[in-house]
C-alpha cells in the first residue's frame, strides 16, 4: 500500500522531485564514469605506475561519496521542508511516525532507483568521454573502452551508501518533529537587519580581504619563481581568503537588500519594493550557507583551470628542461667517469628511436671554487667544484637548437640552470687561470638546459687546456620524434646495469640518461590524472551547489505562493509576477555565482603571468582559452539549475487572471 501511496505522491509531485532527480542522476553517471576508468584494464595498460593512479582515484571518490551523501542529507531536508503541512495532516489523520517515515523512504528509494538507472545510462556516455579525455591528454589515439563489472557494482553499492546516509537525517526530523511545528511551521518571522551599515562596511573590508590576499599570494609565487623566496604564508593567506570570502558574503546579503530600500527612485519603481523584501528574508537567512557554496565553487574554478594550465604549461616547459631527444651525462650519477656511453646503449636508441645526430661535449673542473664562493648558498665543505665547458662545445651544442653562437674574447659567461644563479653578482670578478685573465662576459638563464649542474662557466676554448675533464657528454637528435619512452629507458637501464657486476637495475633507477619521450609519458600521466580528478571534484562540487541553490528556492515556495496570491488579489498581473518572481529567484541564484565568475579574471591573468615568467610564450596564450571554457561551462550548469527551479516555482506560485 505505501509503495502504491508513494508511486502517486512522485507522480503528483514529479517537478518537486526534478531538481533531486537531476543531482542524483547525474552524481551517478560521474561516479559510474570515474569507478569504470578506476577498473578499466586501460588504465594499467596506459597510465605508468597504475596502481598508485588507481589507489588515488578510489580514495577522490569515497571522499566525495561522503560530501555527497552529506550534502544530499541537507537537500533531502528541503523537500522535507517542502512537503511540511502534507506530513502533519498524515499524522493528523492516524499515520503513525514509522508509517511516515516508511513513505517517504519509499518515495526517495523510487526517486533513487530512477536516477541510478537514468545516472548509469548516462555515466556510460560520459565514461566514453572521459576515456577521450585522457587518450587525449596521454597522446593516444581514442579506442572505446571496456566497461569494467567491478566498476558497475561499486557504484550501485555506493549510491545504496550515499541513499541510506542520506536517509538517516530525515528519519531522525520526521521521529522528533511536532504536528505542530509541521503544520505552522511556514509562519515565521523574519527579523530585520539592525546595522546594514556596519555589515555593508564589513563586505567592503572583506571585498580588501580577498584582493589582498590574492595579492600577497601573487607576490610570493613570482618570488619563489624567481629563486628569491618560499611559499611561506600560504595557509595564512588562504585562511584569510576564506575568511573574507565568508565575510563578504555575509556582510553583502545583510546589507544589499536593506540599502536599496533606502533608495526611493529605485524601490518605488514597479513591484522593486516587493522583490525587495522577498529578496531580504531568504539572503539574509542563508548568508553563511551561501558564502560556503560560493567559496566551494571558487575552489572547484580554481582547481579546474589550475589542471588544464599545468598540462599546458608543461608541454613547452619540457621542450626547455629537455632541450634534446636524448642527453647522456656521463658523471650524473657516477663523479669522474668521463667514458663515452657503451656502444650497446647506443643500438637500444638506435633500435627505438634511431639517431639522427650526436654532438659531443665536455665539462672541465680545476678543483677550486673561485665562482661558487660568490654565490648566496656558498659552504665550502658542502659546494661542489666550479664546472666549465668550451666555447666552442657549447656553441655546437646550442647550434641545432637554433640558438646564436656565442664569442668570447678574454672574458667568460655564467650560465645558470637555477633562479638562484641570477642572484649572484660575477660582474666585478676577474678569472685568473693558467696566467691568463678573464672578465665577466654576462650571467644568462634562457639557455636551453644541456647539464644538471646550478650553473656552469663558458669560457676560451685554452683557457681548459690544464683544467681536467670531468664529463663527456653526448646529445642526441633521433629520427623519430614520437616513440615508446617507457620501453626505451627500460632497456637503457638494463643495458647500463648489466654492465655493472653486482648492481640491480630494478632497485635504482636512476642512470645517466636524460630521454625526453620518457619525461613527457610521464608529465602526461600525471597531467591525465590530475585533469580527470579535478573534473570530477569540480563537477560533482558544482552540482551539488546548484541543487543546493535550487532546492533552497523551492524550499519556501509555499510562503511564496501566499504572497504572490495577496499580491494577484491587490490587482498585480501575471506578466508582472513573473518578473517579480524571475527577478527574486535569479539575484538569489546569481549572489554566490559571481565570485566564482569573476575569479575566472585573476585565474587567468596569473595564469599566463607565471607562463611568462617561465618563458613559455605559447602556453601563455592558451590561458585565457581554458579559462573561457571553465566559466562557460558554469554558466551552463548554472543556466540548467536556474531554469528548471525558476519553471517550478513559476507554475507553483504565479497566479493567473
Known amino acids: ?240 581568503f576564506i575568511l573574507s570570502v565568508m565575510g563578504f558574503h555575509w556582510g553583502t546579503a545583510k546589507s544589499m537588500v536593506a540599502l536599496f530600500l533606502r533608495m526611493r527612485g529605485f524601490r518605488n519603481r514597479g513591484a522593486n519594493t ?104 656558498y659552504e665550502e665543505r658542502m659546494a661542489p667544484g666550479d664546472s666549465f665547458m668550451m666555447v666552442s662545445d657549447f656553441n655546437a651544442v646550442m647550434a641545432p637548437l637554433g640558438v646564436e653562437a656565442v664569442t668570447l674574447e678574454g672574458q667568460y659567461m655564467i650560465v645558470g640552470n637555477d633562479p638562484k644563479a641570477g642572484q649572484s653578482d660575477w660582474s666585478d670578478m676577474v678569472y685568473e687561470w693558467g696566467g691568463n685573465s678573464y672578465t665577466f662576459h654576462s650571467c644568462r638563464l634562457d639557455y636551453p638546459k644541456i647539464s644538471y649542474l646550478y650553473f656552469y662557466v663558458v669560457v676560451p676554448d685554452e683557457a681548459v687546456k690544464s683544467m681536467k675533464c670531468v664529463e663527456q657528454n653526448v646529445a642526441y637528435l633521433t629520427e623519430q620524434s614520437r616513440y615508446d619512452g617507457m620501453a626505451l629507458e627500460q632497456a637503457l637501464r638494463q643495458v647500463i646495469y648489466a654492465s655493472r657486476e653486482g648492481e640491480d637495475s630494478s632497485e635504482d633507477k636512476r642512470h645517466a640518461f636524460e630521454i625526453r619521450e620518457y619525461h613527457r609519458q610521464e608529465e602526461n600521466n600525471v597531467s591525465a590524472i590530475l585533469v580527470v580528478s579535478a573534473l570530477f571534484v569540480s563537477a560533482v562540487f558544482l552540482l551539488l551547489v546548484m541543487a543546493i541553490l535550487a532546492l533552497k528556492t523551492l524550499s519556501s515556495l509555499g510562503e511564496d505562493r501566499q504572497r504572490y496570491e495577496i499580491c494577484f488579489r491587490l490587482g498585480m498581473g501575471e506578466r508582472e509576477q513573473c518578473r517579480a518572481l524571475f527577478r527574486q529567484t535569479f539575484s538569489f541564484f546569481l549572489f554566490p555565482f559571481i565570485l566564482p565568475c569573476v575569479m575566472n579574471i585573476p585565474v587567468a591573468w596569473f595564469g599566463r603571468h607565471v607562463m611568462r615568467l617561465a618563458q613559455m610564450e605559447a602556453a601563455a596564450e592558451t590561458v585565457p582559452l581554458i579559462t573561457g571554457i571553465v566559466a562557460s561551462g558554469m554558466a551552463l550548469l548554472y543556466l540548467l539549475y536556474y531554469t528548471a527551479a525558476y519553471l517550478i516555482a513559476k507554475r507553483t506560485v504565479v497566479r493567473g487572471g
Open 1 to 240: 500500500m505505501y509503495f502504491k501511496l508513494a508511486f502517486r505522491n512522485v507522480k503528483r509531485q514529479l517537478g518537486n522531485y526534478l531538481i533531486y532527480f537531476m543531482t542524483v542522476a547525474m552524481t551517478v553517471a560521474l561516479l559510474f564514469a570515474v569507478n569504470n576508468i578506476i577498473y578499466s584494464r586501460n588504465l594499467a595498460v596506459f597510465v605508468d605506475r597504475g596502481e598508485s593512479a588507481k589507489t588515488m582515484l578510489q580514495i577522490i571518490v569515497v571522499m566525495i561519496s561522503m560530501v555527497v551523501a552529506f550534502v544530499l542529507s541537507y537537500a533531502t531536508s528541503f523537500l522535507l521542508k517542502r512537503r511540511k503541512r502534507e506530513f502533519g495532516t498524515y499524522l493528523t489523520l492516524g499515520m503513525t511516525r514509522g508509517d511516515l517515515l516508511t513513505l517517504f523512504l519509499a518515495e526517495t528509494m523510487l526517486i533513487c532507483m530512477i536516477a541510478l538507472g537514468a545516472g548509469l545510462a548516462a555515466g556510460s556516455f560520459l565514461f566514453q568521454g572521459l576515456m577521450a579525455v585522457m587518450m587525449k591528454l596521454l597522446e593516444m589515439r581514442f579506442a572505446v573502452g571496456a566497461y569494467s563489472a567491478e566498476g558497475f557494482s561499486r557504484t550501485i553499492l555506493l549510491t545504496v551508501g550515499i541513499f541510506l546516509t542520506a536517509s538517516i537525517a530525515s528519519a531522525v526530523y520526521l521521529k522528533h518533529v511536532s504536528i505542530f511545528d509541521l503544520i505552522q511551521g511556514e509562519k515565521k518571522v523574519e527579523k530585520g537587519v539592525r546595522h546594514p551599515m556596519g555589515c555593508f562596511l564589513l563586505a567592503l573590508v572583506s571585498l580588501a580581504g580577498m584582493t589582498g590576499c590574492i595579492a600577497f599570494f601573487f607576490r610570493e609565487v613570482d618570488q619563489m619563481l624567481s629563486g628569491g623566496g618560499k611559499l611561506e604564508s600560504t595557509g595564512i593567506l588562504l585562511s584569510g
Open 274 to 377: 516587493f522583490v525587495l523584501r522577498q529578496l531580504s528574508g531568504s539572503l539574509s537567512a542563508n548568508s553563511m550557507m551561501l558564502g560556503t557554496l560560493a567559496l566551494l565553487m571558487t575552489f572547484a574554478v580554481v582547481g579546474t583551470n589550475l589542471s588544464f594550465i599545468q598540462k599546458a604549461g608543461r608541454e613547452e616547459a619540457l621542450l626547455s628542461e629537455y632541450p634534446y631527444d636524448i642527453i647522456y651525462y656521463s658523471g650524473k650519477y657516477d663523479p669522474g667517469n668521463s667514458t663515452l656511453p657503451p656502444e650497446e646503449a647506443e643500438s637500444v636508441i638506435e633500435k627505438y628511436a634511431g639517431i639522427q645526430e650526436k654532438i659531443p661535449y665536455r665539462i672541465f673542473e680545476t678543483g677550486r671554487q673561485d665562482f661558487y664562493s660568490r654565490t648566496k648558498w
